[in-house]
């Protein structure tokens, strides 16, 4: 298969750097769906009776493990697959996401033929989830050394695609569903099987245009600064060495707690917006609601990452806790004022920022660490999402529950939830303001490997 | 930073613009549709 050897896209002279962003997106905007997956939920719980559950068909708490699955495998997969991604080069681990993610689909539809949910559970939770961890980490490197001199642009247009899947595979399987379903059938099937087909052919596109710079490469008239910034190293430090830095579990927190504090909110924004604005929120505009998130959700993904190549990713993250802190003490008090337009804005800023923080945590792993390993540390971080994931909505439900339990009106049932955030970004902020250069003793011995982009692996150091 | 948007200009001339647009266009129909389709449903906030 050496047509996706690592060697055969190293670009041509004069290849145009703007060619590699579309081909990451390609692969964002497939395993983003991801994020739309509970459009499925309610067909599927309607399999055998169609128009309505039969008790043979599945609890929506059976089928709630499918994406549970799906991310743990993500945060797995994107841990141990680093490294070996980081030997391949990007084409294959494309073309790796995009077999797992189709044939996720392809096995999940089986799964609903034969009414196995087991099968689904493999296939999209973890074939699926296999192709969402290679899928997203595998164009970061690859931008990093495209665009040394904006990478927070670079990575951010990539990971707003994530952001951007859910809004088209939403739309794409509600369409879908609705066209194959009859009297005898959900449809959900044939749109797992179409969207399989979609989907790994749309990364399969992106996988044929990525490129790699050859050695050496920079883009034209870019200079390294003479005196870099604090923050900013030229040096690198391999993935397993980078796991001994304390600065490693200090961006593992400060990813873990930005995450934490907009996940929860995310997961139960419509039900949450309903239940703080009773009368002013109808399930309607709480769809609105969702919707609004998922476009901020995306934009700060972009936005966020583009603004920390000129204050810093440091400075961008004190902003994000800061800001955050502020705002989630202030929900409340929107909400008992009744003001939709500004609990609606509180709640669109720290969805952006949680987008941010997933887009602009690469280039700050770059300037800590090096571009050498970044795709392989980068994915070993990215753990933090998984355990978020899990520690995100058990506070937001759980706290709302014992809330409601104790006596509070539903109104007020998450104002404890909001303080708790606010503690938890403080952690955050502290967490981030103690990261500091890597110690020179973990840094590549050979000066040569300043250079190093995505054409060659380093041998790691000895001792 | 005017001058080296410059320079990358001249670089960039060497792939086909064509074939930059369409790599572009490839992505952002699909996703300008999915961001119609999240605005008309976001609109229902704010009646």
């Known amino acids: 298969m050496s047509f996706l050897d690592k060697n055969n896209i190293i670009a041509k002279p004069g290849h145009s750097r703007w060619l590699v962003p579309p081909a990451a997106l390609c692969v964002h905007l497939c395993i983003g769906q991801a994020y739309a997956f509970s ?21 929506l708490t059976t089928l709630g493990w499918i994406f549970s699955l799906s991310m743990v495998f993500l945060g797995l997969s994107a841990a141990f697959c680093g490294s070996w991604l980081e030997r391949v080069g990007p084409r294959k681990a494309m073309f790796t996401a995009a077999c797992c993610f189709g044939s996720g689909f392809l096995l999940s539809a089986i799964g609903v033929w034969t009414h196995l949910v087991w099968l689904i ?4 939770g973890v074939l699926g989830g296999i192709g969402l961890g290679i899928g997203y980490i595998s164009p970061v490197k690859t931008l990093i050394t495209w665009f040394p001199d904006r990478p927070g642009m670079a990575t951010g247009m990539a990971i707003m695609g994530f952001g951007g899947g859910a809004m088209i595979g ?52 870019f200079v390294e600064e003479k005196q870099p910034q604090k923050l900013v190293t030229r040096n690198h430090v391999d993935v397993n060495q980078a796991m001994k830095t304390p600065q490693f579990y200090l961006l593992w927190f400060v990813l873990f707690l930005n995450v934490t504090a907009g996940i929860g909110v995310l997961g139960q924004a419509s039900a949450m917006s309903q239940e703080m604005m009773p009368g002013a929120i109808e399930a309607a ?13 995306m934009g ?86 998984s355990a978020a994931g899990i520690m995100g909505p058990v506070l937001v439900n759980y706290i709302r529950a014992a809330q409601i339990d104790a006596g509070v009106d539903p109104a007020q049932a998450y104002t404890v939830t909001m303080y708790i955030m606010v503690g938890l970004l403080l952690i955050g902020l502290i967490c981030n303001l103690c990261v500091k250069a890597v110690d020179a003793k973990h840094h590549y011995e050979d000066a040569s490997d300043r250079d190093r982009g995505n054409t060659e692996t380093a041998k790691p150091m000895e001792g | 930073m005017h001058d080296q948007r410059d320079e990358n200009a001249v670089e960039h001339g060497t792939s086909s613009p064509i074939l930059i647009a369409a790599a572009w266009a490839l992505v952002m129909i699909p996703l300008a549709w999915g961001l119609l389709s999240t605005l008309q449903k976001a609109l229902l906030l704010f009646p």
Do not use: Q
């Not at chain 1, 559970?121 to 999209?124: A, D, E, I, N, T």
């Not at chain 1, 583009?306 to 902003?319: A, L, P």
């Open chain 1, 39 to 59: 459009v499925f939920n309610l067909p599927l719980t309607r399999v055998l009776g169609v128009t309505e559950s039969l008790p043979a068909d599945w609890e």
């Open chain 1, 121 to 124: 559970y493999l296939g999209y």
């Open chain 1, 170 to 221: 939403a739309p794409l399987a509600v369409g879908l569903m609705k066209y194959y379903s009859s009297p005898e059938s959900v449809g959900v099937a044939a749109t797992f099987v179409t969207m399989g087909i979609i989907y790994f052919i749309f990364m399969c596109i992106g996988a044929t245009i990525v490129r790699i710079p050859r050695k050496g490469w920079k883009p034209a008239g």
């Open chain 1, 285 to 297: 505009a709480a769809a609105g609601f969702v919707g609004l998130l998922s476009l901020f959700n």
């Open chain 1, 300 to 385: 700060g993904r972009f936005a966020w990452a583009s603004v920390s190549d000129y204050i810093g990713r440091k400075n961008t993250y004190i902003i994000f806790f800061v800001l955050g802190m502020a705002l989630y003490a202030l929900v409340p008090g929107t909400a008992a004022i009744g003001s939709v337009f500004l609990y609606v804005l509180c709640y669109c800023v720290i969805i952006s920022m949680y987008g941010g923080g997933f887009s602009t945590i690469p280039a700050y792993l770059k300037d800590i660490f090096g571009t050498m390993h970044v795709g392989a540390i980068h994915g070993r971080l990215l753990t933090a999402w």
